[in-house]
Nanobody
């Protein structure tokens, strides 16, 4: 499956952005989807994941209460609504897909990855 992320940009602290990831070429509804991010000088880290049908989500602690992941299987898309952004959220954000049903948090467990979209939060 091919993944295309979009929606990044420059925003002030406290602002919001909505990232989108469009999938093509695979059985989208069979994949667990996730967002990862990689900040400057940092390793790639897990942000959020959503189950195949969107009934289960899991967020990393640092974004709980601020980020919401959702999916639309009819449109082969996932989104990440990011509110109350802080400078520490600055990173390149990637969407990823894995087979199965477990909401994995390790990057190596995802077999498909899209190119990233840059999110920059100014203080």
């Amino acid at each position: 499956v091919q993944l295309q992320a979009s929606g990044g940009g420059l925003v002030q602290a406290g602002g919001s952005l909505r990232l989108l990831c469009a999938a093509s070429g695979g059985a989208f509804s069979s994949y667990v989807m996730a967002w990862f991010r990689q900040g400057p000088g940092k390793e790639r880290e897990f942000v959020a994941a959503i189950s195949n049908r969107g009934r289960r989500t899991y967020n990393t602690d640092s974004v709980k209460g601020r980020f919401t992941m959702s999916r639309d299987n009819a449109k082969n898309m996932v989104s990440l609504q990011m509110n109350n952004l802080i400078p520490e959220d600055t990173a390149v954000y990637y969407c990823a897909a894995r087979e199965g049903t477990r909401l994995a948090v390790l990057d190596r467990e995802y077999i498909f990855r899209g190119q990233g979209t840059q999110v920059t939060v100014s203080s």
